[in-house]
């Protein structure tokens, strides 16, 4: 795999800023954005999910500035800032401020250290795993209109075996970006890779935000998400949301990396993609809420090497493409969605998605397990102050994904990014039970999370449906008798169903208690246990894993994954 700089938006991001500074702005209300992590995301339930108000949960990152989320928000974050004076630099820089801190009438500024410095040990094959990251954030804004984010981090690891194993597969750190080692042959225990995101955030009426950046975006009000997640590496994007009453709508146009398709010649690096999503956001009421989604992704190039680039029939920021890519008689990849919420009461809110990636009428409803029809859904609850215990937050989550779903006839035409999925972590062919809950008092974190998931990963050189990164025309060979609704016999069109292949089970657990050092990017020692065991007919992978470590930034990290491969 050749090397290559992630886009340089931090670069331009700072050249930006050095050119609007320089303009006068008044002094008014400033737009922010949060970096979405859902562990701090969900203390913000009890004014999300309220039922006195419509505010639109499902598109994230939020801006803060929201008159639903900021008081909730400026608790969190100054509830334990020294107001008195009495400390001293080093107390309120470790325990209260920005390392860097400007707040002038026209403009703020803020910059961090962002270490992530962890020891652990997986006591399961007796192995040492640490992370050693060094990262920094720089952000502010430029009156009320601008806003600016670049976020960068250094890193090398040893992880556990199945962690260790899916990277050596992918090449990717899972969500973060490819490892250097394995690019370079090397499949050690140690893993070296760089991160970075940047943004660019402008809002020149309280109607509308631009935002231009190098990071990830997530839609849904789960935990997972099945039409858009923050799971995979950042990637480029130029995303327009507007609101107006009770609609907010969303176009996002994406340039992503497909490091699996075939290159043309080790100088081209690899090749490339694009994709176009738009989102439509209805708060029908207070209460219920739906959402309507597509998707778009087509290849930079094809396969000859002919350059299509930025297709600018879909530079229409007008939702639901699919008929204008028919009539176009192309071979892009199109995929719509459906969200939606209920809140039953302030504490407790029902919601669900559902993707569809093809659809075959005639066999939607035959039970026969078409590969022509190729879905995923999820149904869950979430809510606050479960037993009425304040701060006690939960969630409770079912995801599915047919085989097959998110795969195309390419991998640069994929639902995935850098080779990883750009939904579910899993991909497809799986079914997957979530529970969190968290809790928070004063300054300690609680968090603890189960998951129990079934599916069926490739055996004996076929295609069972789970790798979205394949071609969906090679599906596993039909064996048996003949039999009339297959078609040919040459592959399975019928007798498709969730698990099949090499049929595993996923037992996760993981608990965490942390003690929140500085509220301002997170700054807090945590503590975690992690147990694992992950078995079928070939292999069992159990991981039972303490670590402890210093942490910061608001980013996630999934530790919560199944099997890339068999091994």
Do not use: C
């Amino acid at each position: 795999m050749k090397r290559y700089l992630p886009a340089p938006y931090h670069f331009l991001l700072l050249l930006v800023f050095a050119i609007v500074i320089t303009f006068n702005f008044t002094a008014r209300a400033q737009v922010q954005q949060l970096p979405y992590s859902y562990q701090f995301y969900q203390k913000l339930n009890d004014s999300v999910y309220s039922t006195r108000n419509r505010f639109h949960s499902s598109i994230k990152p939020y801006r803060i500035d929201d008159s639903t989320l900021f008081p909730k928000y400026d608790k969190l974050i100054y509830q334990y800032t020294d107001t008195t004076g009495h400390h001293s630099w080093v107390h309120r820089k470790l325990f209260n401020e920005h390392l860097i801190e400007v707040n002038h009438s026209d403009y703020t500024f803020f910059a961090d250290y962002l270490p992530d410095l962890v020891i652990g040990r997986d006591f399961s094959n007796s192995r040492t795993t640490w992370i050693n990251t060094r990262g920094f954030q720089l952000g502010g804004t430029v009156g009320k209109n601008f806003y600016f984010y670049t976020s960068g981090f250094e890193n090398q690891a040893a992880f556990p075996d199945y962690l260790n194993t899916y990277i050596n597969q992918t090449g990717i750190v899972p969500g973060q970006a490819y490892d250097r080692n394995v690019a370079n042959g090397s499949f050690g225990r140690t893993k070296d890779w760089s991160y970075v995101t940047a943004l660019l955030s402008y809002t020149p009426t309280k109607y509308l935000n631009i935002a231009a950046g190098y990071d990830k975006n997530f839609i849904g009000d789960g935990y997972r998400s099945m039409l858009l997640s923050d799971f995979s590496s950042p990637y480029s994007f130029l995303k327009l949301t507007a609101s107006l009453g009770n609609v907010n709508y969303m176009v996002m146009w994406s340039y992503m990396q497909d490091p699996t398709a075939q290159k043309f010649s080790v100088e081209t690096g690899n090749r490339k993609k694009w994709g176009v999503f738009h989102y439509l956001d209805w708060s029908v009421t207070n209460r219920f809420s739906l959402g309507f989604f597509d998707a778009i992704i087509w290849a930079d190039a094809d396969d000859k090497g002919y350059k299509r680039g930025f297709d600018f029939t879909y530079g229409n920021p007008i939702i639901f493409l699919r008929p204008l890519e028919a009539s176009n008689g192309s071979p892009d990849n199109a995929l719509i969605g459906f969200n939606s919420k209920y809140k039953i009461t302030d504490h407790l809110t029902a919601y669900g998605q559902f993707a569809l990636d093809e659809f075959e009428a005639k066999n939607f409803l035959s039970g026969k397990g078409s590969s022509r029809n190729k879905s995923a859904w999820q149904l869950g609850i979430r809510g606050a102050d479960l037993f009425n215990v304040k701060r006690l937050n939960y969630l409770f989550e079912y995801n599915s994904a047919r085989p097959y779903t998110y795969s195309q006839t390419s991998s640069v035409l994929n639902y995935a990014q850098q080779n990883e999925p750009l939904a579910h972590p899993w991909g497809a062919n799986f079914k997957e039970v979530v529970g969190i809950l968290n809790y928070s008092y004063k300054r300690f974190d609680f968090s603890g999370q189960l998951n129990y998931g079934q599916y069926g990963l490739d055996v004996n050189g076929q295609n069972w449906g789970k790798n979205v990164l394949l071609d969906y025309r090679t599906q596993a060979r039909y064996t048996g008798p003949f039999d009339p609704n297959l078609f040919n016999n040459a592959y399975a069109t019928n007798g498709n169903f969730i698990g099949q292949g090499l049929r595993t089970n996923l037992y996760y657990s993981e608990a965490k208690v942390a003690y929140l050092l500085n509220p301002k990017y997170n700054l807090r020692i945590e503590l975690s246990g992690v147990y694992r065991h992950e078995s079928n007919s070939s292999f069992t992978d159990n991981t039972k894993m303490i670590t402890i470590g210093l942490r910061s930034s608001f980013r996630n990290v999934y530790q919560d994954l199944a099997a890339f491969t068999t091994h």
